[in-house]
């Protein structure tokens, strides 16, 4: 069995050939750094094309420096932000947006299948209001969730509202936003900006690129001097275009939106093989590239013998996550795996 048997992360996956494509163009010429160049500027330009809105448009390295300054420029150092208690800047980020920010605090909100409730939400808010409370400045959405799910242009909205009442600016998280888009079958403009959302971190390293996330400002008075937070920060790269140029290969002919669908296909799958087995059971309900399975630990051991590699996590569960890179028949090789072992 080869190395690439795995549904261990969809950053194991490797870059897409249209952004290798684009990444070779680019490294035809010489070009103006720190963003200066041409396809920085057509990949920003392509952004506001896609979300059918002027946005200001940056680039980081990664997720967490994204969310990070993202959220930093929302508020200040006494402010807090509400997220869900999975939220990966709650639990994967090692405080980098409390660090950003110099200290503003997160706030765990609850709710079912990885999604923060408009009650949950009102119950952080209005549980204090005094001057030793952090004062509640933001929330972080993550779309698609940590779990694999998706909040519907509905759920957006009721949270919109919620957020109006306690003038509350609204992040979004979308390390699998691509995913969300495949699975919702919507414009990308209406679980962001058309739903009240001021700042979207829309990652290109888990949809296949080799690094580089956009951060999406849809409220512009939020941007201000963003590009000064990114180079203090360490997150302003000087050959900008190796980071711009890839995210024109995946912007291309919706091949972000392409792989995004096939990922979630290949999830599908997964989920589709896997119901009604003996001893199986789904955690959350399949809606992106993710399936979260419990498993008896006898099969996920020998499971791991035969060399698949995967994750346990909330709740031990396996989390089996599909990228552009899967194939239909490592889904098929898996499930004939499990097949013989729980049969
Ligand atoms: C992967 C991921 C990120 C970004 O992580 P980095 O390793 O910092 O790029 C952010 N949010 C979620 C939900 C993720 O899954």
Redesign the pocket.
């Known amino acids: 069995m080869s190395e690439s048997e795995q549904f261990a992360?969809?950053?194991y996956s490797g870059v897409c050939p249209q952004a290798w494509k684009a990444m070779a163009e680019a490294n035809c010429t010489d070009e103006p750094a720190y963003g200066e160049d041409r396809w920085t500027q057509r990949a920003a330009d392509d952004l506001r094309t896609l979300f059918d809105t002027d946005c200001d448009v940056y680039f980081v390295f990664?997720?967490?420096?994204?969310?990070s300054l993202a959220l930093a420029s929302i508020g200040q150092s006494f402010h807090s932000v509400i997220c869900h208690e999975l939220?990966?800047?709650e639990t994967?980020?090692c405080g980098g947006p409390e660090y950003a920010s110099n200290g503003a605090k997160l706030m765990l909100g609850q709710g079912a299948d990885g999604k923060l409730t408009p009650e949950s939400i009102e119950y952080l808010v209005t549980k204090r209001s005094d001057i030793h409370y952090p004062k509640p400045k933001a929330l972080s959405l993550?779309q698609a969730?940590?779990v694999g799910t998706v909040y519907t242009p509905a759920e957006l909205h009721a949270i919109r509202r919620t957020a109006d009442q306690h003038r509350l600016n609204i992040h979004m998280?979308g390390?699998?936003f691509a995913n969300a888009v495949a699975a919702l079958d919507v414009h990308p403009s209406e679980i962001t900006w058309k739903a009240g959302v001021d700042v979207l971190?829309f990652?290109g390293?888990?949809n296949g690129l080799a690094l580089g996330?956009a951060v999406v400002f849809f409220n512009h008075e939020l941007a201000e001097d963003f590009e000064w937070r990114c180079k203090q920060a360490g997150q302003l790269a000087s050959k900008m275009r190796y980071i711009s140029a890839p995210w024109c290969g995946l912007l291309e002919g919706d091949v972000w939106l392409q792989n995004a669908r096939h990922a979630n296909g290949c999830a599908e799958r997964l989920e589709k093989g896997l119901q009604g087995l003996p001893g199986i059971r789904l955690r959350y309900p399949r809606q992106v590239n993710g399936v979260f399975v419990e498993m008896p630990e006898p099969v996920q051991a020998v499971l791991r013998e035969k060399g698949w590699n995967f994750y346990n996590f909330i709740g031990g569960s396996a989390r089996l996550m599909c990228s552009w890179s899967t194939t239909s028949g490592q889904v098929d090789r898996f499930l004939a795996d499990v097949r013989a072992l729980v049969a």
């Open positions: 992360s969809d950053n990664n997720g967490t420096a994204a969310n939220a990966h800047i994967d980020e993550t969730t940590e998280d390390a699998r971190c990652s390293t888990k996330e």
